[in-house]
């Protein structure tokens, strides 16, 4: 009880600061890590898991990748871009020597997911293919969820389960009334209580909490919006997929001939023999 009336308090003063700050503030920051099956460029599934960051108020919140954000934070400024590339050349030389892909500060994924409480709306930012980007607006409240009786311990905290249907997938999720925020990973959202655990059913995307606590940090907005074309849901979805099950001979032509004019040879990739066309994004019913 103590744990959830010091949180309950956090929002409320959280609330109360947000007319008086530039950017809203966060209440909690919550860290998930998201074991997931992607579709790479020779149409082939492979697994991947890092870590996503969610910093959420009762009016607000962001999900995104911490590690996107400050690759995309130097990419918004010549300066910037000046230090990304002394960085990621000093990365491939670390990986030329060690052959541990790791050391390149690769992206955990391009996606960011903006929930305003205030205006019942969602704002996503994705890739929609190779060098190209989009955004998109939807309403906030289209999950229609119904509260299970189970319960479970997640990070201590007394969690309900409760699942929906939603863009073609079926969900279960596991959301905690001792934190009062009807928030979640992603897009999932609506409880009353905040989702620390989520999987769809078919086992390849799931949002697992590895950390929460309180947070007053700033909720800033994307360093790179211009770069975004607004496009619908589905366009930006069939996009990526087009990429990614056809986007081999992009991918070597873009490595063949380099933007600072320079050409390197590479063997081309070999279209899979058995596609693993199953795999699919959080949301499927763009098909």
């Known amino acids: 009880m103590k744990k959830a009336l010091a949180l309950a308090l956090l929002l409320m003063v959280s609330a109360s600061c947000l007319a008086r700050n530039e950017y809203p503030r966060a209440a909690v920051k919550v860290s998930y890590s998201y074991p997931h099956k992607s579709l790479k460029t020779d149409a082939k599934a492979y697994d991947s898991e890092y870590q996503l960051v969610l910093l959420a108020s009762p009016s607000y919140s962001k999900f995104y990748s911490p590690r996107t954000e400050f690759n995309d934070s130097l990419d918004s400024t010549p300066a910037g871009r000046a230090q ?19 050391v390149i500060p690769m992206n955990h994924g391009t996606l960011y997911v903006f929930k305003s409480a205030a205006d019942s709306i969602v704002t996503v930012y994705d890739s929609a293919g190779m060098m190209n980007f ?6 906030l409240a289209e999950m229609n969820w119904e509260v299970c009786d189970s319960s479970k311990t997640v990070l201590g905290y007394d969690c309900i389960m409760a699942c929906t249907d939603y863009h073609g997938r079926h969900w279960t999720a596991w959301f905690t009334p001792e934190v009062p925020l009807q928030d979640g990973p992603w897009k999932l959202c ?12 078919s086992g390849q995307h799931a ?6 606590e ?3 940090m700033e909720i800033r907005p994307i360093y790179t919006k211009k770069k975004y074309d607004k496009m619908s849901r589905r366009d930006l979805l069939q996009a990526q997929r087009n990429y990614l099950v ?37 949301e499927t019913d763009y098909h």
């Not at 990304?84 to 790791?102: H, L, N, P």
């Not at 490595?255 to 699919?280: F, Q, W, Y």
């Open 134 to 139: 989009g955004t998109y607006t939807e309403p």
């Open 207 to 212: 949002f697992i909490a590895t950390g929460i």
């Open 214 to 216: 309180s947070s007053d």
């Open 84 to 102: 990304s590339r002394q960085i990621m050349s000093a990365a491939v030389s670390k990986y030329m020597e060690t052959g541990d892909e790791s």
């Open 246 to 282: 056809g986007g081999a001979s992009e991918v070597m032509t873009f490595i063949r001939n380099a933007p600072d004019g320079s050409s390197i040879e590479v063997e081309g990739t070999k279209p899979a023999d058995a596609p693993d066309l199953h795999v699919d994004f959080l």
């Open 190 to 201: 609506g409880l009353p209580g905040l989702i620390l655990e989520a999987e769809e059913s």
